[in-house]
């Protein structure tokens, strides 16, 4: 089956970047929508943002619209999230994620069970 490994995760200063990395294998990826979701302790997964098959259409959640890019290397079987301007509420665990079966605007809407396939998460800290 398909299996996504995230990277790039660490501790960082208020105002500094990340980029993260999601390495996938399988066949199932290169076709499919891919996100990112982030959970911090206590709260519910929520949706960061999303890129299509094709890397042409993107969706990004309110909190990560103008600080964060979502993109893909399909040669590379990799997606990141170029993260910038990063608050202390972005610390969280963060996963990446494919779906054959939406859209990228739809990808938010999607409860985490409806997704097939799920990356470990990297931690990602923000100190103030």
């Known amino acids: 089956q398909v299996q996504l490994v995230e990277s790039g995760g660490g501790l960082v200063q208020a105002g500094g970047s990340l980029r993260l990395s999601c390495a996938a294998s399988?066949?199932?990826?290169?076709?499919?929508?891919m996100a990112w979701f982030r959970q911090a302790p206590g709260k519910e997964r929520e949706f960061v943002a999303a890129v299509s098959v094709n890397g042409a259409n993107t969706d990004y959640a309110d909190s990560a619209k103008g600080r964060f890019t979502i993109s893909r290397d399909i040669a590379k079987n990799t997606v990141y999230l170029q993260m910038n301007s990063l608050k202390p509420g972005d610390t969280a665990v963060y996963y990446c994620?494919?779906?054959?079966?939406?859209?990228?605007?739809?990808?938010?809407?999607?409860?985490?069970?409806?997704?097939?396939?799920w990356g470990q998460g990297t931690q990602v800290t923000v100190s103030s």
């Open positions: 994620a494919a779906s054959p079966y939406t859209s990228t605007t739809r990808m938010r809407f999607i409860t985490e069970s409806g997704i097939p396939y």
């Open positions: 399988g066949r199932t990826p290169s076709s499919s929508v």
